[in-house]
């Protein structure tokens, strides 16, 4: 049986390496514990069927000595990082109001674009563990080559957490012949995590983006908020109050065309004035707040020509315009 090459790419300060399974002078003990590694790693995939046996494969990943993971944590956002020498960073993401996502930072990937494959495989010194499936996985020709989903992700992070390496297996853009296996160390990871999902739950509800531009609709007739509209409000004065970048709001006060202009306009004053002093309640600096209403007038509407009770409801609301620098 002839057996693949492996090429291992290690940490920046040691030097790639080249392992032949027909023979190899190895001149340290650091490149015969990396060989060692990536004979043990690529042979259970052999045995599993997941490399050709002709075929050449290029490792990424970390050694034992250099391995972690580093947290960053805002309220705003929580980074999982692991440097994974001589292609990038594995992110685990998770934004404020928004799921959890996975991805690979690849500046100059070498993984051709198409349907990679996502294993678990166990480290070196559990080598009693099985070989798990976790599925084909996108893969796109640009700098971020693998973005993953919340249950795609979670996955990940409970191989992680039980001593595995997800690994991520696809065909090199440069040669038919070569395979590039991506590795994520489990060393040091649940340290990491616990820092990681404190940042969790310190997070802001909303991100600017779900809260840049916000609309509040009102029912027909209505003058005052309720529980639903309160609870948007204090969404969105809770980011107010943590970012600095903050400076203004613009509240626009709308109705639908049905009924008197004059007390339309009267209406939509009352609406806009009401998420007015709401957000002053809640400790927002009045000099922030510009607000203006225009009744029902027909250039304002969002349905001009309303025809039925569906299009005055998306007619009547106030805008919220959050200001930042």
Not at 38 to 46: D, E, N, V
Request: aromatic share 10%; proline share 4%.
């Amino acid at each position: 049986m002839r057996f693949p090459a492996v090429r291992y790419i290690g940490s920046g300060h040691s030097p790639a390496i080249s392992c032949q399974f027909g023979g190899i002078s190895i001149h340290s003990m650091k490149m015969r514990r990396k060989c060692t590694l990536s004979w043990l790693l690529l042979l259970s995939m052999i045995c599993a069927g997941r490399v050709g046996a002709s075929g050449a494969v290029s490792s990424y990943y970390a050694d034992l000595d250099v391995a972690s993971w580093r947290t960053e944590a805002s309220i705003f956002e929580c980074r999982l990082v692991q440097q994974i020498p001589g292609l990038g960073e594995a992110v685990f993401y998770h934004q404020a109001g928004e799921a959890l996502s996975f991805y690979l930072q690849a500046p100059d990937s070498p993984m051709q674009a198409g349907r990679g494959l996502l294993t678990s495989m166990p480290p070196l010194w559990r080598k009693d563990l099985p070989i798990r499936d976790l599925g084909y996985v996108d893969v796109s020709k640009s700098q971020r080559p693998v973005n993953l989903d919340a249950s795609r992700s979670r996955l990940m992070m409970a191989e992680l957490d039980r001593g595995m390496v997800p690994t991520l297996m696809r065909r090199a853009w440069y040669s038919e012949e070569e395979s590039v296996h991506v590795g994520l160390s489990p060393v040091n990871f649940g340290q990491a995590y616990q820092a990681y999902t404190q940042c969790i739950g310190g997070l802001l509800p909303v991100n600017f983006g779900q809260i840049e531009r916000s609309t509040v609709f009102w029912r027909s007739n209505q003058r005052e908020l309720d529980s639903e509209m309160r609870q948007q409000l204090d969404n969105i004065v809770a980011y107010a109050k943590a970012d600095e970048e903050v400076y203004g709001f613009e509240i626009n006060g709308f109705t639908d065309g049905a009924g008197n202009p004059r007390e339309n306009l009267d209406l939509s004053r009352i609406r806009a004035f009401a998420i007015h002093e709401y957000l002053l309640a809640q400790g927002i600096d009045e000099g922030m707040l510009t607000t203006r209403f225009f009744g029902g007038t027909p250039e304002y509407r969002i349905i001009r020509d309303e025809r039925t009770a569906a299009d005055r409801d998306r007619n009547r609301r106030v805008t919220i315009r959050v200001l930042r620098r």
